[in-house]
């Protein structure tokens, strides 16, 4: 996998242009995540191909390595790293002699609290000073509702469980329970923690939410045959009837769409660029960025290609430099588009007119303050941008963009939107402590740079 982030990488980006070529770009970390878990607790040896070889991914393997699972990588993160994972099945996960460390992956935590709180030993999960601030009463409350022994420590907000999460085992005679549980919030990770739970329940697990978040666990479990039903945003799993039990499986992991978002904003903002990105994953809960785009009549061009694994839609996409018209973004579009919210932003700086971006309050509680951190980035390089409780309202137009300095705060989709930004900035971007962006994307720059852009990643 990749090289642990150093915090003091920096990079020096500097208007470039045109933009051209054909790349691919690193595997999806959501589905990277629940491949190596599912791998991890299948009967016999997986192969999962196409992985990012980032770190976010890595501490998941870790984990699942340091709980029994035999796990090797091979390959480099520019041509996709393949895991050979041997599987424990579910009944054979052992404690780790040792915390279980997630660092900067909310999604690991979460998802593997759901594993966690199932099992006859006790367990701690930490991660970095980021993940340290990340809210996790989320998992907590509904786990702890069918029976699970988690806690994390106070914090900023009164009531919230904030990492470390320390897991009690289960007695004896303790199973999980059946649960029916409305989410207040559309989140793939607090549903996967239930599903995952709900391996080990004794009755059905339900899951509603207010929108449909990401689909991944629900495809992956499908695939392997594990009871489950959706119906639009709910789920069902009900493992009544069901052997507890799949075989290894051969997956290949679609090129992740949050990744390609930053490509495909270089391409729109850098005059005279043409970028052709293949095998993108295009699972509808994760096109928000396109369809938006799309109604933004932005030059972007969609080729389906077909299935990964027979799970999860891939495409080719073309994106050209050309103008286009602002927007209002909101509701269900901003949760099939989350993680590529700060891109967006930049995307609509050089859109003609004012765009707004609403129902974005969760943006607050990611890697980093991603609302306020954007807003100031964009106010910075010379954008009328105003904040908004949930969002912002962007003024785009063809005015030049002024080079800034900026630092990433450990957010690697801060690090990369400023990079963008800097592409089409007059003078010199500096973006600090990149070292992060290795969690979901390894070699950005060397990417940027092979479709000529002007990109130096130095050591500060
Ligand atoms: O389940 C996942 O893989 C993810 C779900 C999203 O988080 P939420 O579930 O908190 O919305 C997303 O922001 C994160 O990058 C990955
Ligand atoms: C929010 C993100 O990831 P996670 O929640 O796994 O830390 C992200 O990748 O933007």
Known sequence: ??????????????????????????????????????GALAEGTSTVRGLSGGLDNAATAEAMRQMGARIEFSGEPATGVTAKIAGVGLDGLKMPSGVLDCGNSGTTMRMLAGVLVAQKFGTRLIGDASLTRRPMRRIVDPLRARGGHIAGVKGAKEGEHYPP???APLLP?????????????????????????????????????????????????????????????????????????????????????????????????????????????????????????RAMRAPIFITPRGD??????IAQVVVRHAPYSPTRLG????????????????????????SEIRDAEELRVKESDRLSITANMLRDAGVDCVELRDGMTIHGGTGALRATRVTSHGDHRIAMTAAVLGLASEGETIVQDVGCVDTSFPGFADLLRSLGADIVEETA
């Open 308 to 313: 990964a694994a027979g799970m999860e839609p």
């Open 331 to 354: 509701g269900e579009l901003v949760t099939r588009m989350i993680d590529e919210v700060p891109i967006f932003a930049a995307i609509c700086t050089r859109a003609g007119g004012a």
């Open 165 to 167: 999460l320390s897991v």
């Open 173 to 293: 005679d303790e199973k999980l329970t059946g649960i029916e549980y409305q989410s207040p919030i559309a989140s793939a990770q607090v549903k996967s923690a239930l599903l995952l739970s709900g391996l080990w329940a004794d009755g059905p697990t339900a899951v509603a939410e207010p929108t449909l978040s990401r689909d991944h666990t629900e495809r992956m479990m499908l695939a392997l045959g594990v009871p489950l039903q959706t119906m639009g945003p709910m789920v069902v799993l009900d493992p009544e009837e069901w052997d507890r039990r799949w075989d290894g499986f051969e997956w290949d992991v679609p090129g992740d769409i949050s990744g390609a978002a930053f490509i495909m904003a270089a391409g729109l903002l850098v005059p005279g660029s043409e970028i052709v990105i293949d095998n993108v994953g295009t699972n509808p809960t994760r096109t928000g960025i396109l369809d938006a785009l």
């Open 1 to 38: 996998m990749a090289s642990t982030g150093s915090e003091t990488k920096r990079w020096r980006v500097r208007a470039s242009g045109p933009l051209r070529g054909q790349v691919r770009v690193p595997g999806d970390k959501s589905i990277g995540h629940r491949a190596l878990l599912f």
